[in-house]
């Protein structure tokens, strides 16, 4: 059992306390939440803003998010009368580990929803109508700015236009009143729509019951491949995430933020990408991923369980690094790249009855990608990412089920004058699709993607592809860790001292008396 700490009504866990810190810092600022609200929207009284009980807050994995109730407001944007606060939940952006992350994180996910909202409307998505920094800097959308101030900023906006010059994105500084720059809550926050169940539900909810249905699969599948093809369609110049900057122009000028980059990050491993880098080919992009996964290995402490363990993965990760120019195009490794939506699963999109997608959510870990990445969705046999098999058909089926509608889907979109394509649709996105899959690059970008699923989906995957004509192969894993690093034997050993360390560490928080060890 977990250690607990006896309080004057309870016993409690540590992970019940950090919920109950991260739960209770919002409730004893419900007036600055609710500052925050009529501030970017222009409610005329804090009043009118309603902040709920707890138990109907939204938790993900590293956000809450709580539901406002504004009286007597209506928007042409949005069915109800609820707006979402946004915040980042401290502990799972590592703040305290690389100083800054949570606001990168909203700098990322609100120039995520900027540059959908300037270049594709047609992407259904929750409208973002503000945001704000840890420190203070304050961002309103210019249609909620007074009338004098937004005539200005349109005034403005059409002026640089016609001499040509960058126009600013539609955020616009608004300086903070002071019940806000009083709270103390100090985190930064999104301001966004809230999805009612009138607009739709998670397709993680009826995902699991009809998937079998070949009706509302096409129906889905057709849809989310116009969303795709709508946000590739635009040829981007670099790799990298959009941030909105102090000024309130939209920049690609953030380091590509994905979730892996993230969670690497919050287990305290230092990924060596600073926020300021951009790629400019696809290899230089690979090969910090690869810097990145080693470093997980180098410093989590229970990455490895025994030496064999420990052989088995830089194994693989010497072999990643070896067969990297195997599977990334020469002709596409400098660019165009396009804009990606990398946590694309089932609870962020949300659908009708017959599951047309109604809205897209918790973009914060969109970036611009090499294209032969993106790939078919991993979840469409409802299996994780390194449980695929390409010795069953299963998965293939219902990929070729998904790339067949995009093609159509593809083909209908660039007979449409104002379908604006990537390089006149050639190579079209369906093309590149189709060659990562048959190439193995889908696999390859995968196992990138896949901090702990990397070595499972090489050995299954990726290695086989190389050996198949092999007979013999045995001296793999006996060979290949001497290349991984000249320190090998020495990382070895201090990998093995740190899992003894951890797995005292482990009984302690456990209260598993040393002496009850099995023998």
């Not at 999104?190 to 079998?212: I, R």
Request: net charge negative; glycine share 4%.
């Amino acid at each position: 059992m977990p250690k607990t700490r006896r309080l004057l009504r309870e016993e409690i866990t540590y992970s019940f306390a950090k919920e109950e810190e991260v739960f209770s810092k919002p409730l004893d600022n419900r007036d600055w939440i609710k500052a925050v609200v009529a501030h970017h929207l222009r409610v005329r009284s804090t009043d009118l803003c309603h902040v709920p009980d707890v138990a109907e807050w939204l938790r993900g994995s590293f956000n809450v998010c709580i539901p406002i109730t504004i009286d007597n407001w209506k928007c042409k944007a949005q069915s109800g009368n609820r707006v979402l606060v946004r915040l980042p939940l401290p502990y799972r952006v590592s703040d305290d580990f690389h100083p800054g992350n949570g606001d990168e994180k909203i700098r990322c996910e609100a120039g995520t929803y900027a540059w959908l909202q300037e270049n594709c409307p047609d992407v259904p998505i929750p409208q973002l109508y503000g945001f704000a920094t840890s420190t203070g800097e304050t961002y309103t959308h210019l249609e909620n700015l007074p009338v004098l101030r937004r005539s200005l900023q349109y005034l403005r906006r059409w002026l640089l236009s016609c001499l040509n010059r960058p126009v600013p994105s539609r955020f616009v500084y608004s300086q903070p009143g002071m019940q806000i720059r009083s709270g103390n809550l100090q985190t930064g926050y999104l301001l966004m729509e809230y999805v009612e169940e009138s607009t739709g539900q998670m397709l993680s909810n009826t995902w699991m019951k009809k998937h079998s249905d070949s009706r509302l699969r096409a129906t889905l599948f057709r849809d989310l491949s116009r969303i795709l093809l709508n946000v590739a369609r635009i040829p981007l110049p670099r790799i990298g995430s959009f941030i909105i900057d102090k000024s309130g122009f939209l920049q690609l000028t953030n380091c590509p933020l994905s979730i892996e980059i993230q969670d690497l990050e919050n287990e305290r491993i230092p990924t060596g990408m600073l926020r300021n880098y951009t790629y400019s080919t696809t290899e230089s992009y690979a090969m910090d991923i690869l810097h990145a996964h080693n470093n997980r290995l180098i410093h989590q402490p229970n990455a490895i369980d025994n030496i064999g363990d420990y052989i088995y993965q830089v194994s693989a990760s010497t072999g990643m690094q070896t067969v990297l120019p195997s599977f990334l195009s020469r002709e596409l490794s400098r660019g165009p790249f396009a804009f990606t939506l990398t946590d694309l699963h089932q609870s962020n999109i949300f659908v009708d009855d017959d599951w047309h997608i109604t809205s897209i959510v918790d973009l914060e870990w969109a970036c611009s990608l090499p294209i032969e990445m993106i790939r078919s969705p991993t979840w469409l046999t409802n299996k994780a990412c390194d449980e695929i098999s390409e010795e069953t058909d299963e998965y293939d089926q219902v990929r070729n089920e998904f790339m067949d509608i995009m093609k159509e889907e593809e083909s209908r979109l660039c007979n449409m004058p104002s379908f604006a394509c990537r390089e006149s649709c050639n190579p079209s996105l369906s093309t590149i699709m189709k060659q990562s899959w048959e190439s193995g690059t889908f696999w390859y970008s995968l196992a990138l993607a896949s901090p702990t699923g990397l070595f499972r989906i090489f050995y299954k995957q990726i290695q086989p592809r190389f050996i198949k004509y092999c007979t013999s192969h045995d001296g793999f894993q006996q060979i290949m860790p001497w290349y991984w690093s000249p320190k090998y034997v020495t990382i070895a050993t201090a990998k093995l001292a740190d899992n003894e360390k951890y797995d005292i560490m482990l009984k302690e928080a456990f209260e598993v008396e040393l002496s009850d060890e099995p023998k």
